[in-house]
């Protein structure tokens, strides 16, 4: 099985959560691929696409690329400079699995905190202190304890979500059942 660890990073956060994932692969043909680098074929059994949370889902480039895969075991991850079992992550990871759930099987998807660029923040706070990306004294608390995501767990944890995936991919494939897609 070969997989294809496929992602768009800002800060920097998107890109650790995937070289984490590629790195604890427990599969032996695999790649990473940023997308700043260009589009990749896709030549991947499995498919795992990783972006950068904007305006509610995945960023622009990210999602013009997972509007073409098509035929594929594809499993989602993203990160966002908000917290992770909020509503909002989630509903950003359900807008990046929409993406890519019809035209292929989805094995799942990992929302993971981030942190915000230092270039965001000053955005943030030339707008002044009111409105929900605002420097009010609440964001400017979370992204001071947000600034070291995501954090070595948080990428543990997402190598564990795919490789048990995986592993669950193929001890199916094995026994000639179907991979039970995950709804988001």
């Not at 990210?62 to 990160?79: L, S």
């Not at 002044?128 to 009010?136: E, F, L, M």
């Not at 564990?160 to 199916?172: C, G, I, V, W």
Request: glycine share 8%; hydrophobic share 40%.
């Amino acid at each position: 099985m070969k997989v294809q660890v496929i992602y768009s990073s800002l800060s920097g956060c998107t890109r650790r959560v995937a070289e984490g994932i590629y790195n604890a692969l427990q599969v032996q043909d695999k790649s990473l691929h940023d997308l700043a680098q260009g589009e990749p074929v896709l030549d991947g059994d499995v498919v795992l696409l990783g972006y950068w949370v904007d305006q509610g889902g995945p960023n622009t480039q990210m999602k013009a690329f997972m509007e073409k895969v098509e035929g594929k075991k594809v499993g989602v991850f993203c990160t966002l400079a908000y917290w992770a079992d909020s509503n909002h992550a989630y509903q950003s990871l359900v807008n990046g699995a929409a993406l890519v759930k019809e035209k292929n099987v989805l094995l799942g998807g990992y929302v993971c905190n981030g942190t915000i660029s230092q270039a965001m923040i000053d955005r943030f706070r030339s707008m002044g202190s009111t409105g929900p990306h605002s420097a009010s004294p609440e964001n400017e608390v979370r992204w001071e304890l947000m600034k070291d995501h995501p954090t070595p767990c948080e990428i543990a944890l997402a190598a564990e979500r795919f490789n048990e995936r995986l592993a669950l991919l193929e001890r199916m494939t094995k026994q000639g059942l179907a991979y039970p897609a995950i709804n988001l």
